[in-house]
């Protein structure tokens, strides 16, 4: 088992600064390389303040706060324009950093695009559901309307 700090959310896992155990294979292959994740080491255990630091400054501080966007966010009707084949099969897929630029431009208040997570890809056009992680306690179902561009 490698121990190592998460730089980033990984979900199942936990939140930037925690410091966890998981199998060699999944460190080495998948997060060190991804830079989700970093060597525990005691040097790195001090950068583990300054990573929960810039995370308290980054989220959304208070559950009521949360709600409130929530119910911003889930009032509104994102729309994401694509290139479409005749057929509405789209050329390629719709990508979480599309639909946060999508969310900005109806309005909505600023949010990361590790925090949406679209459940299947998004390769045709139509309405779907995603959802995006607000708070530990909160998250908000935003519809998405894909149409041809």
Do not use: C
């Amino acid at each position: 088992m490698a121990k190592i700090i998460l730089t980033h959310e990984v979900t199942g896992l936990g939140e930037p600064g925690d410091v966890v155990e998981v199998k060699d294979g999944y460190a080495r292959n998948y997060l060190v390389p991804r830079k989700l994740a970093m060597p525990w080491s005691q040097g790195a255990e001090k950068d583990v303040t300054a990573i929960r630091k810039a995370r308290k400054a980054r989220e959304i501080s208070t559950l009521d706060e949360a709600k409130a966007t929530r119910d911003s966010l889930e009032s509104k009707v994102v729309v994401v324009r694509a290139k479409a084949g005749a057929s509405g099969r789209l050329f390629g897929a719709v990508t979480s950093s599309e639909i946060v630029a999508a969310l900005q431009a109806a309005g909505a208040p600023s949010v990361d695009r590790r925090k949406v997570e679209v459940a299947q890809a998004i390769k045709a056009v139509g309405q779907y559901t995603v959802q995006v992680r607000l708070h530990p306690e909160v998250s908000a179902k935003v519809t998405v309307s894909v149409v041809a561009a």
